[in-house]
């Protein structure tokens, strides 16, 4: 069992940044891909962005351009920095890691985070 822990959501007005924080046992994201996705009420939850073992990102597009994906092997977590936030953006953010890379799918993932909520207000 991996256990990853969400920090850093919070509320917000639109416009704003917020980073978000996903620390995970040493040595988590050498071994596994790490990724964000999201899930607003009554929808399904949705990829967000993903960074590989070789720090290769992937992005939804509906957050390209406005936000950074990134890990910190010296701290064990990853980061996801959302810029120009929008009303939205209002959701759920969960960290997880699977073995495989890309814009992954929820049944790609092996663990996941208990999740941060992240509110933008306009």
């Known amino acids: 069992q991996v256990r990853l822990v969400e920090s850093g959501g919070g509320l917000v007005q639109a416009g704003d940044s917020l980073r978000l924080s996903c620390a995970a046992p040493?040595?988590?994201?050498?071994?596994?891909?790490g990724s964000w996705f999201r899930q607003a009420p009554g929808k399904e939850r949705e990829f967000v962005a993903a960074?590989?073992?070789?720090?290769?990102?992937y992005y939804s597009d509906f957050v390209k351009g406005r936000s950074a994906i990134s890990t910190d092997s010296a701290k064990n977590t990853m980061y996801l920095r959302l810029d120009s936030l929008k009303p939205e953006d209002t959701a759920v953010y969960f960290c997880?890691?699977?073995?495989?890379?890309?814009?992954?799918?929820?049944?790609?993932?092996?663990?996941w985070g208990q999740g941060t909520q992240v509110t933008v207000s306009s």
């Open positions: 040493e040595r988590t994201f050498a071994r596994y891909a």
């Open positions: 997880a890691i699977s073995r495989r890379t890309g814009r992954i799918n929820t049944r790609d993932v092996e663990y």
């Open positions: 960074i590989s073992w070789t720090s290769f990102t």
